[in-house]
């Protein structure tokens, strides 16, 4: 019985190192290919700055990271999420950079077994009645940068505002969160394809209206053509306030043309909080740009899964949800927690477009807008 004992207590041994030796598995699923694909770029290499950071380990845990490109297609990615999890194994899914992929890989990742971590991506549906256990946006809600910029415009007294939008999941939100505290008229509102690179249309109706202010919500390629079309289109006495449309991404295209423009956002490189100076320094060194908010929602996306593979492990389901909730890492934005929803509760800034010594563009923290700051959508998830 003795020798039956310690044979079963070596075998219980062996299966256990076994399994805290298998990798954790991390699918990234960002848009790498056409127009927007610096934006994927940027979240990408903060997940491996990240993984480099740690050594390649959670734990005693060697981390195994898959890119995929979901290339700006939801039924691609849709299908490329379902082989990350159900073929590949993956435990976590990082991305997208897009809401309406979003919408497209939350049930396949869900579903197959897989936590989603959104390094990005924050739709209102996945705040509100979509609420799922395995969904942890680390990013923001669609909703909450553009108040930044209503709640400045309202501070300086602007009685009319012009909005612009791509026609999608994210625009539609950031419009609706802008004018959900814009206190004044909104004296336009328009919607462009998703991807539209000429605005002379659009320009040509601002100009008509004379706003004071215009607002707008254009990521990647987008918002370098509007930035550079702003001034020939006659336009540069009204002030352009944005979020996603200058940034890094799109600075070092846009240059001189965005400097000084205001936008809104829950990180900046020069943002004085622990590690995020280090950070901004490892990134340039090993990619050569100034990193974006695309870049630390990846890095912080990898830190959030990392403080919950050490804590919990990735077999108790339960365990480590509750370990992914308590949010026991230091993210680049200085405070950090979950609402009940699984989307941050985090502070937001006015941040403008600069240009350093050595030639390089960046944004730059003007002053804090809100602290602690959760989204709208909370009330209406059903999760408690």
Known sequence: MRHMAVAA????????????????????????????????????????????????????RDIEVVVVDDEGKPDIAAQKARDLVEAQGADFVIGPIFSNIMNAIAAPVTSGGAILVSPNAGPSNFAGKDCNPDIFVASYQNDQMPRVLAQHMNDQGIKTAYVLAPNYQAGKDSLNGFKSLYK??????????????????????????????????????????????????????????????????????????????????????DLDVPGNAEFVAAYKEAYSRVPSLYAMGGYDAVMLIESAVKKAGTEDREALRAALKAADFSSLRGEFSFSSNNFPVQDFYLTKAVKDADGSYRTSVVEKVFTAAADGYVAECPMK
Not at 29 to 58: I, N, Y
């Open 9 to 60: 207590a070596l075998m219980l041994s062996t299966a256990t190192s076994a399994l805290a030796a298998e990798p954790v598995k991390i699918g990234v699923l960002l848009t790498l290919s056409g127009p927007p694909a610096v934006l994927g770029e940027h979240a990408r290499d903060g997940v491996l700055l990240a993984q480099k950071a740690l050594a390649g380990k959670m734990g005693d």
């Open 184 to 269: 004044s008229e909104v004296a336009g509102e328009l919607y462009v394809p998703l991807g539209q690179l000429d605005f002379s249309a659009e320009l040509a109706q601002i100009a008509a209206a004379q706003p004071e202010a215009v607002y707008a919500f254009m990521p990647g390629g987008m918002g370098v053509n509007l930035v550079k079309q702003w001034d020939q289109a006659g336009l540069s006495s009204i002030p352009l306030m944005s979020a996603f449309t200058v940034d890094e991404t799109t600075l070092p295209a846009e240059q001189d043309a965005a400097l000084g423009k205001l936008t809104g956002s829950n990180w900046a490189p």
